[in-house]
Nanobody
Framework: QVQLVESGGGLVQAGGSLRLSCAASGSTLTINRMGWYRQAPGKQRELVADITRDGKTNYADSVKGRFTISRDSAKNTLYLQMNSLKTEDTAVYYC??????????WGQGTQVTVSS
């Protein structure tokens, strides 16, 4: 089992920045990939960015050049640095971990609201 707790969401003006954190606990050695997803009202949950255990990253086209995913293995923490935020980035952001055994775990989500 892996437990995930997100933090760092909030209200920011367009053009501003936020950094999200996701603290993992439990069977963290079984994790091979972690990622950030988001879900806006009335829309499906979508991948924002993910990172493999060996550091390979993947980004949605809509956030390339603005968001950066990273992790601190010593702290078992995943980050998402979000710059140049747009109103369309408003959503609940979720942290997800995937294990070698193909189990997926989700955090509770953190709200990001970008005002114009």
């Amino acid at each position: 089992q892996v437990q995930l707790v997100e933090s760092g969401g909030g209200l920011v003006q367009a053009g501003g920045s936020l950094r999200l954190s996701c603290a993992a606990s439990g069977s963290t050695l079984t994790i091979n990939r972690m990622g950030w997803y988001r879900q806006a009202p009335g829309k499906q949950r979508e991948l924002v960015a993910d990172i493999t255990r060996d550091g390979k990253t993947n980004y949605a086209d809509s956030v390339k050049g603005r968001f950066t995913i990273s992790r601190d293995s010593a702290k078992n923490t995943l980050y998402l640095q979000m710059n140049s935020l747009k109103t369309e980035d408003t959503a609940v952001y979720y942290c997800k971990s995937s294990t070698w055994g193909r189990a997926n775990y989700w955090g509770q989500g953190t709200q990001v609201t970008v005002s114009s």
